[in-house]
Each structure stands twice: as structure tokens, then as C-alpha cells.
């Protein structure tokens, strides 16, 4: 069974950083894809971020371009997801997300499985 634990998430001020973590368990990590998605008090869940099995490709929600990077550790089966120049409107639970087929998905329908999720919280 696959599962997939968050961790990173906190309370930070305008303009700080946090790192997210997200440590899989199971054997589809290296061969699939891996997102990050966010979901804030009566909004849908969007996408943040994107990586393929290698770590040669990234894609990211324009929101976040330039301030956030996603990486990924296939040795240690965990996708990172750093987060600099943090704004209230950043605010939310941040999921991570495995998706077994090929190539980037940017909606949670195309993601297999998903974490639990961390709260992060930007105070302004």
C-alpha cells in the first residue's frame, strides 16, 4: 500500500520560508510523478507544483514561480517542496501527491494518492 506523510508545515511570517517534506512509502515512487497541490478555507484544492520520476522536469502554479522549488529524493523516496518569500495569501493545507502515469498533471483528479496534508500559515 502506498501512503504518503507530510511534514514542514508551521506558522511563518510574511517573507519567510519553510521547507515541506513528504516521505512515500511503497514501491511507485521512483517511476512517478510527484505534485504538490494546496487547499485554503473555502477554496479548491489547486496546484502548486510538479516534478517527473527523474527530476529533470519541474512545473509550477505562476503563484508560486520564482519563489517556490520543488525537488525530489528517489534514495530516500521523499519530494521536497521549498517555499521562500512566503505571503498570507500562501496560507493552507499543502497536500502531496503521487500519480502513476507519465507526464505532469495540474488537476487532483490525475494524482493516484495523497497525503494527509500540513497546515502552513503565513502571518502578515
Known amino acids: 500500500q502506498v501512503q504518503l506523510v507530510e511534514s514542514g508545515g508551521g506558522l511563518v511570517q510574511d517573507a519567510g520560508s519553510l521547507r515541506l517534506s513528504c516521505a512515500t512509502s511503497g514501491p511507485p515512487f521512483s517511476t512517478s510523478t510527484m505534485g504538490w497541490f494546496r487547499q485554503a478555507p473555502g477554496k479548491e484544492r489547486e496546484f502548486v507544483a510538479a516534478?517527473?520520476?527523474?527530476?529533470?522536469?519541474?512545473y509550477y502554479a505562476n503563484s508560486v514561480k520564482g519563489r517556490f522549488t520543488i525537488s525530489r529524493d528517489n534514495a530516500k523516496n521523499t519530494v521536497y517542496l521549498q517555499m521562500n518569500s512566503l505571503q498570507p495569501e500562501d496560507t493552507a493545507v499543502y497536500y502531496c501527491a503521487l500519480r502513476l502515469r507519465g507526464g505532469v498533471g495540474y488537476q487532483p483528479y490525475e494524482y493516484n494518492y495523497w497525503g494527509q496534508g500540513t497546515q502552513v500559515t503565513v502571518s502578515s
Open positions: 516534478i517527473n520520476w527523474s527530476g529533470g522536469s519541474t
